[in-house]
């Protein structure tokens, strides 16, 4: 912690048993706080087992479109970090009105719980996607959002609802990170340099779909670091701000030769297939380096390095076939609906 800052000692995450709060959470502890952590376990309960400091991690099975019970839960709760959505297009698109409900619908009701207690911080997980495809290189905070997707117009829309005004006494944030990627203990294998990775190690070779396109990248462990700094930073310094996040923006090919690269054994192969999907996105992440000082430790090198030796250590198993590692396919079989899950 940065000497001086104010400490939110008790901080919610809303869909904290994810991707990145599998990350995110076990960093908080370090650090101090109290987590509670708010999700529906979708992909098992094995994902803080064993994590230090579990005497200050309190898990809630909760359905985040449920206002009553979110509200019951947070009480006595200095900060929020809203992580919970249906992430990415093809889950999405697999069911709208799911998609709908979660990451737009029940946004309304999570900003009325965490205003009945008067939360201070709320820091809201949105997505560089929100720009759409830009043909300037240096995407910022300032430039008109024209987002191409349902997933991407529902995150700018529940940007618009922080932005009405209505919550003046919340310190609100606006985090929009670029694609995350590195070993984590709810690992995802279904974004890029993840995905790449994991073909690489298993069947020794690399599709790549155009390859031109851009795509920035953020190791997920400077990702928790980033939360940790907006929940450190002074009030002054985020309430009503826009943040990119981002490290590196490089092409789908530049990635794959750093996959073969990490590997190293020169037995992956990289195959360029014609794809239509031609959308590329590049962020500029200045302001947050600027404004809060964030300085990223990490680079793709490194995920695909900690991706390998989880892989090689017997942590991933099963990688083109489990289910677990595929928000996709995770959904499909449980073959979610919309109505509550409690």
Known sequence: ????????????????????????????????????????????????????????????????????????????????????????????????????????????????????????????????????????????????????????????LCEDLLKQGRWRDMEWVILRPATVCGWAPRLRLDLTVNTLTIHALVRKKITVFGGSQLRPNIHIQDMAAAYGLLLEAPREAVKGETFNIGTQNCSVSEIADIVRSEIGDGSVTIVTEPTEDLRSYHINSDRIRRTLGFKPRWTIQDAVRSLVEAYRAGKVHDPLNNISYYNIKTMQALKLEEGLYV
């Open 1 to 156: 912690m940065s000497p001086g800052r104010p400490l939110f000692k008790k901080v919610a995450i809303t869909g904290g048993a994810g991707y990145v709060g599998s990350a995110l959470v076990p960093h908080l502890l370090q650090e101090g706080y109290d987590v509670t952590v708010m999700d529906l376990y979708l992909y098992g309960r094995h994902v803080f087992k064993g994590v230090e400091h579990a005497d200050r991690l309190h898990e809630v099975e909760v359905d985040i479109r449920d206002e009553t019970a979110v509200a019951r839960h947070l009480a006595g709760v200095d900060a929020v970090i809203h992580l919970a959505c249906v992430s990415n297009d093809p889950s999405f698109e697999l069911n709208p009105a799911l998609g709908r409900s979660i990451n737009y619908d029940a946004f309304r009701g999570l900003l009325r719980a965490v205003s009945s207690h008067r939360i201070k911080r709320f820091i809201y997980a949105s997505s560089s996607s929100v720009y759409g495809v830009k043909e300037e290189r240096d995407v910022h905070e300032d430039m008109t959002c024209e987002p191409l997707t349902d997933y991407s117009k529902y995150k700018l």
